[in-house]
């Protein structure tokens, strides 16, 4: 689980990049905003991963899965 609330890109998706280095067959991502959960999806994505969303109250839930 990555907790990225509270932090501005570039942040969350370095956060999450660290993560992906070890190669998980899923990686669950808390971010705030939009645009974090924009790059974090892009860059998963192209990291070889499926992303779904969810919004939970003003947080959104990013499952990321090989």
């Known amino acids: 689980m990555v907790d990225a609330r509270g932090y501005s890109c570039p942040m969350p998706v370095v956060m999450v990049q660290k993560e992906v280095k070890k190669n998980p067959d899923s990686?669950?991502?808390l971010v705030d905003n939009r645009t974090a959960v924009e790059n974090?999806?892009?860059?998963?994505?192209?990291?070889?991963?499926?992303v779904s969303v969810a919004e939970e109250g003003g947080d959104f839930k990013l499952t990321l899965k090989k």
Do not use: W
Not at 40 to 50: I, K, L, M
């Open 40 to 50: 974090v999806s892009r860059f998963a994505r192209n990291s070889g991963y499926e």
């Open 27 to 29: 990686l669950e991502v």
